[in-house]
């Protein structure tokens, strides 16, 4: 007697996480239309939005198991929206073409940089794709995009407001700083703590220590205090965590040697 097979799956598009996924894209093309308008606190807070949705989209494929193919390119394309073109534009609008102000060829960096950001952002996407699932969970090679991203846009955040008295124009150089510095960390090979706990699959790699949840806690209670500029200085550490880390292994692998 033959067997009754089961129909086959279906090939079609799995709405909820997709949904997540385009909010986010739409947050940031909402972004740079909202640069593009001189609304940058709107336009930072944006990409913010997007990547709690990059967040969202991940656990929600995850949980419903409804991942698929379509969805990690989808959601991969939607990222280079949000966290490369989106905050390079914001950035250039509200600081970094300010640099004509000096002459033309600083004008053409200001661009050029902006540039920079975003294909490091492109290269930093393209290379996580390839190395999923051969790399240690527990860290990014590199600055994630979202992380970036975030170093970015509470910058911008945390000035456009014009609270502490400077404007975009006038910190031009410290964007540019900031901008190069967030795109080279993103194609380093500097390695980054991921926040996802032990690293050896399935439920634990989703895992954190105590302490972690503890400064979660701790982190959540601070940005309540002044939200832009907590934001501002804790990607500010995240990002420096990385060489950081890096230099204190130097350090240990010289001692050892000696």
Same mark, same amino acid.
Request: proline share 3%.
């Given at each position: 007697?033959?067997?009754?097979?089961?129909?086959?799956?279906?090939?079609?598009?799995?709405?909820?996480?997709?949904?997540?996924?385009?909010?986010?894209?739409?947050?940031?093309?909402?972004?740079?239309?909202?640069?593009?308008?001189?609304?940058?606190?709107?336009?930072?807070?944006?990409?913010?939005?997007?990547?709690?949705?990059?967040?969202?989209?991940? *656990?929600?494929?995850?949980?419903?198991?409804?991942?698929?193919?379509?969805?990690?390119?989808?959601?991969?394309?939607?990222?280079?929206?949000?966290?490369?073109?989106?905050?390079?534009?914001?950035?250039?609008?509200?600081?970094?073409?300010?640099?004509?102000?000096?002459?033309?060829?600083?004008?053409?960096?200001?661009? $050029?940089?902006?540039?920079?950001?975003?294909?490091?952002?492109?290269?930093?996407? $393209? *290379?996580?794709?390839?190395?999923?699932?051969?790399?240690?969970? *527990?860290?990014?090679?590199?600055?994630?995009?979202?992380?970036?991203?975030?170093?970015?846009?509470?910058?911008?955040?945390?000035?456009?407001?014009?609270?502490?008295?400077?404007?975009?124009?006038?910190?031009?150089?410290?964007?540019?700083?900031?901008?190069?510095?967030?795109?080279?960390?993103?194609?380093? *090979?500097?390695?980054?703590?991921?926040?996802?706990?032990?690293?050896?699959?399935?439920?634990?790699?989703?895992?954190?220590?105590?302490?972690?949840?503890?400064?979660?806690?701790?982190?959540?209670?601070?940005?309540?205090?002044?939200?832009?500029?907590?934001?501002?200085?804790?990607?500010?550490?995240?990002?420096?965590?990385?060489?950081?880390?890096?230099?204190?292994?130097?350090?240990?692998?010289?001692?050892?040697?000696?």
């Amino acid at each position: 007697m033959d067997e009754i097979k089961p129909p086959p799956r279906s090939r079609g598009i799995y709405l909820l996480p997709n949904l997540f996924t385009t909010a986010g894209l739409f947050a940031g093309f909402y972004a740079i239309i909202a640069a593009a308008d001189g609304q940058f606190v709107n336009a930072a807070i944006a990409v913010f939005v997007a990547g709690l949705m990059d967040g969202i989209d991940g *656990r929600v494929a995850r949980l419903t198991g409804t991942s698929s193919a379509f969805g990690v390119q989808y959601d991969s394309l939607a990222d280079l929206v949000s966290f490369g073109l989106a905050p390079a534009l914001v950035m250039y609008h509200w600081s970094l073409s300010a640099l004509k102000l000096d002459n033309a060829a600083m004008g053409r960096v200001g661009w $050029a940089v902006a540039f920079l950001y975003a294909a490091c952002a492109a290269l930093r996407l $393209a *290379r996580f794709n390839t190395q999923v699932g051969t790399v240690d969970k *527990r860290w990014f090679v590199g600055l994630a995009s979202p992380a970036a991203a975030g170093l970015m846009m509470s910058f911008v955040w945390a000035f456009a407001d014009g609270s502490l008295g400077w404007n975009g124009d006038e910190l031009r150089y410290v964007a540019l700083a900031v901008t190069i510095l967030a795109a080279l960390l993103m194609v380093s *090979r500097i390695r980054f703590w991921s926040f996802k706990g032990s690293g050896e699959g399935g439920a634990r790699a989703d895992r954190v220590p105590f302490v972690g949840l503890f400064l979660v806690a701790v982190v959540i209670a601070i940005l309540f205090i002044d939200l832009p500029r907590v934001l501002f200085a804790v990607g500010v550490c995240y990002a420096l965590s990385g060489p950081g880390y890096w230099l204190w292994q130097r350090m240990r692998r010289g001692e050892a040697r000696a």
